[in-house]
């Protein structure tokens, strides 16, 4: 049992020391939804008023856990939005994420 707890306690502090290294901004599409469904309308209108510099130069990660179901086409918009100014783009959450983009600078 003390092996166990052991080899749960080394897996969380690297899970700890991943999130940390990791240092994303994060764009979380819930706060884009009106009241936690996705409308394209309100969405779009969401997108247009996000202030895109505050991503300039971040490894960004657009959260995608969600209830709600979201198209993937609205993933797509906040990428191609996030393409040209991001160091980096990743979906998922802090612990499980896959890269989608990466600039070359």
Known sequence: M????QTQNALAAAELRLAV?????????QDLLEEGIFKEDAFLT???????IRY???K???????????PPWAYMILTGKLAVIAQSI???NEH??????????
Do not use: A, P, Y
């Open 96 to 105: 499980d994420h896959i890269l989608v983009h990466r600039n070359k600078k």
């Open 21 to 29: 290294k990791m240092n994303f901004t994060i764009l979380d599409i």
């Open 60 to 70: 960004v990660l657009i959260r995608g856990c969600s209830s709600s179901i979201i």
């Open 56 to 58: 300039t130069d971040k």
């Open 46 to 52: 969401q997108v247009e008023k996000i202030d895109w």
């Open 2 to 5: 003390h092996l166990k707890t």
């Open 90 to 92: 990743r979906f998922g």
